[in-house]
């Protein structure tokens, strides 16, 4: 068992409140029809009971969740849960009987002369029907936990394939220039030293603004290498600027148009980001170098648009092949993974 087990959601509280209500009228109205009377009264003495069960079911386990689970055994939990089904029944039926009492509707006699076995009998049923929800909610959430434990494993997975990739790069620019030029030879350690500490945060989600400020330093890492020809222009609503979004994202696609895009013998390559918030987030990152001459993903996209997909439900798009654009829509991301 995990702590997230007898975790029950508003919307699964309004399922058990409509099945309770559904279930009880019909049982009602069964009963009301076998022993000739109205079954309008049967149904409206269904609705009300099914709703006052809810009820206390919704108070016994909200408590229990908070005070009771907490501090006690795991072993007493599914006593301590049928007791507490057993009582929505039992009580439910008693306060149902006492609010029809003052009413005009007609109550069985069964009920009228024992009241409390009745309740009992309810209570037993209340009990069984409880059991059932209960596994179902069970297996509903282990099955959640489980998925959750496979996107964070998935996510750790792409992330430690990426950062290997941008410090292989780094790490070949670094060798060049050790020959070359021994002080951009030291900037350029002291740029990649930044930047990791910029981006060896546990979290896969970061602010936009934390990427923005890791691409400019990866922009300026590889400005070292070629000599400042490579500029950087960001266009964005500065209210979007605290979304989560994942991380490395932004920074993959310039160098991936840093790879695949730059001709050294051309002049200067500009990369372009342009940010909008509308319904969703929109990213658009383009540069003027070498069109794109395949549609498809390598390795490092598709990671990519695996981890948004995973965190963000979100996309990855080719939005132009000349001027090269990638374009990332993200909805609303998990803050919850934490990887």
């Not at 055994?73 to 609010?99: C, D, E, P, Q």
């Not at 430690?160 to 941008?166: D, E, I, R, V």
């Not at 390795?299 to 990638?326: F, W």
Request: include cysteine.
């Amino acid at each position: 068992m995990y702590k997230g087990e007898l975790h029950i959601t508003p919307h699964d509280w309004f399922g058990v409140l409509l099945i309770g209500v559904v279930f009880s009228a019909f049982l009602s109205v069964l009963g009301y029809y076998i022993l000739n009377i109205s079954i309008i009264h049967g149904a409206l003495f269904g609705i009300i009971l099914g709703f006052f069960i809810t009820l206390y079911s919704l108070v016994f386990i909200s408590a229990m969740n908070r005070y009771l689970l907490p501090h006690i055994h795991k072993r007493w939990w599914n006593v301590i849960a049928a007791l507490f089904s057993f009582l929505s029944g039992f009580l439910g039926t008693l306060s149902t009987y006492v609010s029809v009492s003052i009413s005009s509707l007609i109550v069985i006699d069964l009920l009228h002369l024992h009241p409390f076995k009745t309740a009992s009998i309810i209570g037993v049923l209340s009990y069984l029907i409880g059991a059932m929800i209960y596994s179902f909610v069970k297996t509903r959430n282990e099955k959640e936990y489980i998925d959750t434990l496979f996107v964070q494993s998935r996510v750790r997975s792409l992330e430690t394939q990426l950062n290997p990739h941008f410090l292989y790069n780094a790490l070949n620019s670094l060798a060049e220039l050790i020959h070359q030029d021994p002080n951009k030879a030291e900037a350029a350690v002291l740029k990649i030293s930044t930047f990791l500490r910029n981006t060896m945060g546990e979290k896969p989600l970061i602010p936009l603004r934390d990427e923005l400020r890791n691409v400019a330093d990866y922009i300026d890492l590889e400005n070292i290498r070629f000599g400042g020809r490579i500029s950087l222009s960001i266009l964005g609503e500065e209210i979007a600027m605290s979304i989560l979004i994942p991380k490395f994202s932004i920074q993959l696609l310039c160098e991936n148009g840093i790879k695949h895009g730059f001709d050294t013998s051309s002049s200067d390559f500009q990369i372009k980001i342009e940010i909008t918030n509308t319904d969703h987030l929109h990213i658009d990152v383009s540069n003027n170098g070498r069109p794109i001459r395949h549609s498809q993903f390598g390795i490092g996209l598709s990671n990519l648009q695996e981890r948004l997909s995973y965190l963000c439900n979100g996309t990855l798009t080719i939005e132009s092949l000349d001027p090269a654009t990638y374009s990332i829509k993200l909805k609303v991301c998990h803050e919850n993974i934490d990887c």
